[in-house]
Nanobody, 120 residues
Framework: QVQLVESGGGLVQPGGSLRLSCVAS????????MGWYRQAPGKQRELVAN???????NYADSVKGRFTISRDNAKNTVYLQMNSLKPEDTAVYYC??????????????WGQGTQVTVSS
């Protein structure tokens, strides 16, 4: 089986920082694109950022210049460094990875989600 295990999240004041981590474990053929999504109350889940195996990144306009996504392929880990946090960043954050289970097929796996609350 494949698991995505997240850590981080919590309560922080506006302007503060948090670092989220997500580790893929289990048996798999490959790890392709990895990303972070978030879902606020009453909203659909939305892409925050993703990153390819070679390090090409993509960010939502709302987080550009504040968040940084990175990965360590040797550790099967993706990170999200969040700086200058705003109350509107409050949401449940989910890790997602496209993980290949053989030469031809891949599947998206989700982490359990972690709450990020930005409040004064």
């Amino acid at each position: 089986q494949v698991q995505l295990v997240e850590s981080g999240g919590g309560l922080v004041q506006p302007g503060g920082s948090l670092r989220l981590s997500c580790v893929a474990s289990g048996t798999f053929f490959s790890i392709n694109v990895m990303g972070w999504y978030r879902q606020a109350p009453g909203k659909q889940r939305e892409l925050v950022a993703n990153i390819t195996t070679s390090g090409v990144t993509n960010y939502a306009d709302s987080v550009k210049g504040r968040f940084t996504i990175s990965r360590d392929n040797a550790k099967n880990t993706v990170y999200l460094q969040m700086n200058s946090l705003k109350p509107e960043d409050t949401a449940v954050y989910y890790c997602n990875g496209e993980i290949g289970y053989n030469f031809r097929y891949a599947r998206h796996y989700w982490g359990q989600g972690t709450q990020v609350t930005v409040s004064s």
